[in-house]
């Protein structure tokens, strides 16, 4: 059973430009977690998502952040218009069920540099 | 609001070493809490959790007691093992669950043979 798999590793983006981060979940989890963990920093949790459904996403930016987790197919974080400070990892967890005694796996994270 | 402080690394030891890192922890309601390690170029995984006061955690030789009156979850193991060098994060809970961890900044061991 695979872990939770995040692509590309490494994400370079100018100033302006969009940024999409993907995460598929382990086999069998359909609940999602993402979290940023900026330099010197510890993670942030931005936002939860189940199946086609945002549960939580009282961490995310209002603005030029988005998040999805369609019934087929990864989970997507997509940043537009990134600027210098959206230079962060990006850590993608998912879990089989939510509550008390759930486990997170996490993903080796997203390092996205903005130049 | 809910935080966590974990002591500043790097902390460099050398191998059969005692290690103690320190995590305390402030929040709202009933926390539980965590210690996650990230190994070199992995994602992070879960070390051990305890759910409420008085419990103890362990695994792979680490211990970690949930200690409600000093707000503190210290982890620790009794000889280090240069596989042991990762970064180490203290996280809670308020929900118990995956959603909306509360992380410390993390804390880098290095452990020298």
């Known amino acids: 059973n695979a872990g939770v798999m995040q692509n590309p590793r490494h994400l370079v983006r100018r100033r302006g430009q969009e940024a999409r981060l993907r995460c598929s979940p382990m086999?069998?989890?359909?609940?999602v977690y993402w979290y940023r963990q900026l330099p010197e920093e510890g993670l942030k949790f931005m936002v939860y998502?189940?199946?086609?459904?945002?549960?939580?996403e009282s961490g995310m930016p209002k603005e030029r952040f988005s998040a999805e987790f369609p019934k087929e197919g990864p989970s997507i974080l997509r940043i537009q218009q990134v600027v210098r400070g959206d230079s962060a990892a990006y850590f993608c967890?998912?879990?089989?069920?939510?509550?008390?005694?759930?486990?997170?796996?996490f993903g080796q994270g997203t390092r996205l540099t903005v130049v | 609001g809910n935080s966590v402080t974990q002591m500043e690394g790097p902390v460099t030891l050398s191998e059969e070493a005692f290690l103690t890192i320190n995590c305390t922890y402030t929040?709202?309601?009933?926390?539980?809490l965590f210690w996650y390690v990230q190994y070199p170029g992995e994602g992070l995984q879960l070390l051990l959790k305890?759910?409420?006061?008085?419990d103890k955690g362990s695994n792979k030789g680490f211990e970690a007691t949930y200690r409600k009156e000093t707000t503190s979850f210290h982890l620790e193991k009794g000889s280090v093992q240069v596989s042991d060098s990762a970064v180490y994060f203290c996280?809670?809970?308020?929900?118990?669950?995956?959603?909306?961890?509360?992380f410390g900044k993390g804390t880098h061991l290095i452990i020298q043979p």
């Open positions: 967890a998912s879990s089989e069920n939510r509550g008390p005694n759930t486990e997170a796996f």
């Open positions: 086999k069998g989890h359909s609940h």
């Open positions: 998502l189940q199946k086609e459904n945002i549960i939580d």
């Open positions: 929040a709202t309601g009933y926390p539980s």
């Open positions: 305890a759910t409420k006061a008085d």
């Open positions: 996280a809670l809970s308020v929900s118990g669950g995956a959603d909306g961890l509360t």
